[in-house]
Nanobody, 120 residues
């Protein structure tokens, strides 16, 4: 199973970015996909998650600015980030809770991370 993220980069405060994460390889079913972030010197924190039925959850700090969405047919999750702030600067990681074809229980899988830098 692989999770490949894309879409990070450098943007000015107030700008927008869209992150994508595609899961592939030996997947039986995906339960939840989501985004987490880790800023230098800080713990990894939840940004937003979405279930296979479309239920979402997001951190208070991003509500109203970030939108998570999902394409179940493509095993892909997106994070549209608007009104970005310097404090959004972090490495953003994609996570999927999924059942692989080689197993029977859901497990966590992580992407390699993509850097998002917001300049003031």
């Amino acid at each position: 199973v692989q999770l490949v993220e894309s879409g990070g980069g450098l943007v000015q405060a107030g700008g927008s970015l869209r992150l994508s994460c595609a899961a592939s390889g030996g997947i039986y079913s995906i339960v939840t996909m989501g985004w987490y972030r880790q800023a230098p010197g800080k713990q990894r924190e939840l940004v937003a998650t979405i279930t296979s039925s479309g239920s979402t959850n997001s951190a208070d700090s991003v509500k109203g600015r970030f939108t998570i969405s999902r394409d179940n047919a493509e095993n892909t999750v997106y994070l549209q980030m608007n009104s970005l702030k310097p404090e959004d600067t972090a490495v953003y990681y994609c996570k999927a809770v999924l059942v692989p074809t080689t197993g029977w229980a859901p497990s966590d899988y992580w992407g390699q991370g993509t850097q998002v830098t917001v300049s003031s």
